[in-house]
């Protein structure tokens, strides 16, 4: 929570011809903005042009090969140049969107850090509210079932008055108001057991895990390692 008093969010909306609609200006204990608001945008849509411009002129000749037919040996070596440049420009596309999404992840890192310190703030606050709620609405429910307990006995033995049944209501209208402010819903969930005892059916096989155990010289019953020939680029 430390510097959160210093900390400012402001919002600026401004409307521009590039459909730029709303902007954050965030200081951090005077530290610079950590979104330059129109400036940054701009910055990044002229990267996002020129590496439009890149993929684009790399591309061209990619969307050819989607129809392509092997027939021949001439096809064939097509097929193999076709491949060399689609691992070429695929790397190219990475890398330029990479350089686009990279900018983007900083500001949107910065702006959860901004807003962390409210969020747990919040979070804390919330989480002992519930945990303090449910201690007092456990506690009520047993002094309920303790008096509910305690009107059976009474008619078990025959020994209950109109004057205990109604002394009784009373008490539990009063236990009963008190847990009124409490909000709770009914929670469905499946607890785990005995892992061992869970039908197959509903357990997925952890590949990587058994993969490296196998390589290791392990033997896992029911897996085996297996090769195949598959066409790369």
Do not use: C
């Amino acid at each position: 929570m430390e510097g959160v008093e210093k900390a400012t969010a402001t919002p600026h909306s401004k409307e521009s011809g590039h459909g730029e609609s709303i902007f954050l200006r965030v200081q951090v204990d005077n530290k610079k903005p950590i979104i330059k608001t129109k400036k940054m945008s701009k910055e990044i849509e002229e990267q996002i042009e020129q590496s439009l411009v890149i993929v684009k002129r790399e591309t061209q000749n990619i969307s050819e090969l989607k129809g392509l037919k092997i027939t021949s040996q001439a096809t064939l070596e097509s097929s193999a140049e076709g491949l060399k440049m689609i691992s070429k420009v695929s790397k190219i596309i990475k890398e330029e969107k990479d350089k686009n999404i990279k900018p983007l992840r900083q500001v949107i890192a910065n702006i959860n850090d901004f807003w962390k310190p409210f969020e747990m703030t919040i979070s804390e606050a919330e989480t002992n509210i519930k945990a303090e709620q449910g201690k007092w609405k456990k506690k009520v429910d047993e002094e309920t079932a303790k008096e509910k307990a305690k009107l059976e006995e009474q008619f078990k033995e025959g020994k209950a008055t109109m004057a205990d049944i109604e002394k009784s209501g009373e008490k539990l209208q009063k236990l009963e108001k008190k847990t009124d402010l409490i909000k709770t819903y009914t929670y469905k969930g499946v607890r785990i057991l005995d892992k061992k005892l869970i039908p197959l059916d509903f357990m997925e096989p952890n590949t990587s895990a058994i993969q490296t155990a196998i390589e290791a010289g392990m033997t896992v019953p029911g897996a085996e390692m297996y090769t195949e020939e598959r066409v790369k680029k």
